[in-house]
């Protein structure tokens, strides 16, 4: 493990560590920390749930490889507020979590090239706005910022 590496998740029936620079329990990080940035990506290439590309770059010794379409039926999202893994397909036709209606940040849409082989076309779309979810619109947009200090979190 990389040594800024950090792990924010550990639950006795299922462990599901997220890894890189969380900043809470709802997988926030020091590179996105909207309100609405509450989801875990399960990256192809290591099998371990970052919150951002960011975050996998800086502690990861490995290049990202992105999820196949065909594979979209595997669970690789993980929802910070209620902890459902949620496949690849069901993220990306939602704006919230099934299981307990959190709203995901809308544009997180803009770096789907970064996680999922998306055609072109739609590529092209998502990279409409490709400024960081941290300074989208938001109501935490301006907000204080979290402390990245944690090291990790025990939730029982």
Not at 33 to 58: L, S, W
Request: overall charge neutral; glycine content about 4%; aromatic content about 8%.
């Amino acid at each position: 493990m990389h040594a800024n590496t950090r792990a924010l998740w550990h639950d006795r029936k299922d462990p599901m560590k997220v890894y890189g620079k969380p900043v809470d329990e709802q997988t926030r990080c020091v590179h996105y920390r909207t309100d609405k940035d509450i989801i875990a990506i399960k990256f192809r290439c290591c099998g371990k749930y970052y919150p951002c590309f960011r975050c996998h770059e800086e502690c990861s010794d490995h290049a990202v490889k992105v999820w196949p379409e065909g594979q979209w039926q595997e669970r690789a999202i993980l929802c910070g507020v209620c902890r459902t893994e949620l496949t690849i397909a069901e993220y990306r036709a939602s704006s919230c979590c099934p299981s307990c209606s959190a709203e995901f940040n809308e544009a997180c849409r803009n770096h789907a090239h970064l996680y999922f082989d998306v055609s072109s076309k739609d590529a092209v779309s998502e990279r409409s706005d490709s400024r960081p979810r941290a300074e989208m619109a938001s109501p935490m947009a301006s907000a204080v910022w979290i402390s990245p200090t944690i090291t990790g979190t025990t939730i029982s």
